[in-house]
């Protein structure tokens, strides 16, 4: 009895160092970047990216865990720049970050009173 004790103890910690050695390798992973433009949201769990350089477009799998600056979905036309791993062969976004970009929209008030401004 005192044997399989032993042998018990000896497998118990094999098999922690295994695992604990798995789970360094996995947490050392790098993760790529995409930038592009939103072309599209599928069921809020795909996001559909466009590149800037080559027009080539990617499918990111979102989900709870992913993390967007600001904190909100990216509207479809903004510009993002996508953190990701490939996970079982499908890119999987960590963090999304949407990009201030191109110029923002005047508002209507404001547009009305600089032209009656500059018709006088």
């Known amino acids: 009895m005192k044997n399989f004790k032993g042998l018990l103890i000896i497998v118990f910690?094999?098999?922690?160092?295994?695992?604990?050695?798995m789970n360094n390798?996995?947490?050392q992973e790098t993760y790529s970047t995409f930038t592009g433009k939103v072309i599209g949201i599928r069921m809020r769990l795909w996001l559909d990216?466009?590149?800037?350089t080559d027009k080539a477009v990617m499918?990111?799998?979102i989900g709870r865990r992913t993390v967007y600056h600001p904190h909100?979905?990216?509207n479809i036309g903004e510009t993002v720049k996508v953190e990701y791993q490939t996970h079982r062969g499908v890119p999987v976004a960590f963090t999304v970050n949407i990009l201030e970009g191109g110029a923002k929209e005047?508002?209507?008030e404001?547009?009305?009173e600089s032209s009656k401004e500059s018709s006088k």
Do not use: W
């Open 49 to 52: 990216v466009e590149s800037q």
């Open 106 to 108: 005047v508002p209507k």
């Open 59 to 61: 499918n990111f799998r």
């Open 25 to 27: 390798s996995v947490a």
């Open 110 to 112: 404001e547009s009305k």
């Open 72 to 74: 909100r979905y990216p």
């Open 13 to 21: 910690f094999v098999s922690l160092s295994i695992f604990l050695e």
